[in-house]
């Protein structure tokens, strides 16, 4: 199994609701990555998770709050979200730095 | 300020055209460099992971070099659906953070 899964595909919400995307993977990769992705520019790294422990934040604002449960999942809660929040969330895992295996992203959408 | 730089932005070809995309990079002590595929709406493809200069990587009509300065990534009579944007990203080391360049989208008519 060399897929990394997402859910949903697609999110629309306000901006008072609570949300979550997940991310789940099956290789035993030790590294899961949140990145954020706007139109027409590369990726943008938001959190590292590394054995199961957040190691890199990239100063994203606290309405965006990573969760680890277990080396397989990778949640990323969301709250009071601002419309230039707007965009594809990719979620990622690794066993080699760099070599990045990539969901194929949630589409939020904050109204 | 570390940097990657892709160039062009973008690039049509014909089926058959063979062309050459380029990545340059100002990555103070490059440990890796990296290419990967995504077409619109997903997430983006691993290809080839390069970590010395003169290294070499190929796959199907793709082959990715390295010199000390810049990566290409060499197309070799492209088909449409090698149509996408490539990405290329370095690595200097200390923690797991990748450096991106802005991409190339590459058109491949038939």
């Known amino acids: 199994d060399t897929e990394v899964t997402q859910t949903p595909k697609h999110l629309v919400m306000g901006m008072t609701n609570k949300k979550s995307l997940k991310c789940e993977q099956h290789m035993g990769h030790r590294a899961m990555y949140w990145y954020k992705q706007k139109a027409k520019k590369p990726p943008e790294l938001m959190f590292v998770?590394?054995?199961?422990?957040?190691?890199i934040n990239e100063s994203v604002p606290s309405r965006f709050s990573p969760e680890c449960p277990n080396s397989s999942l990778l949640n990323l809660h969301l709250h009071a979200l601002q419309p230039e929040d707007s965009a594809l969330y990719l979620c990622?895992?690794?066993?080699?730095?760099?070599?990045?295996?990539f969901g194929e992203g949630s589409r939020l959408t904050v109204l | 300020e570390d940097q990657v730089t892709q160039s062009p932005e973008a690039l049509r070809l014909q089926e058959g055209e063979s062309s050459s995309l380029n990545c340059s990079y100002t990555?103070?002590?490059?440990?890796?460099l990296f290419w990967y595929r995504q077409d619109p709406g997903k997430g983006p493809e691993f290809l080839f992971t390069l970590y010395s200069a003169g290294e070499e990587k190929e796959k199907e009509r793709l082959k990715a070099t390295l010199t000390k300065k810049e990566s290409f990534l060499h197309i070799t009579a492209p088909k449409p659906e090698d149509s996408a944007t490539y990405l290329c990203a370095g690595y200097q080391g200390g923690s797991e953070k990748l450096v991106f360049g802005k991409g190339t989208k590459l058109t491949v008519n038939p």
């Open positions: 998770y590394s054995y199961e422990k957040l190691s």
């Open positions: 990622a895992s690794s066993q080699l730095v760099g070599e990045l295996f």
């Open positions: 990555v103070s002590g490059l440990r890796g």
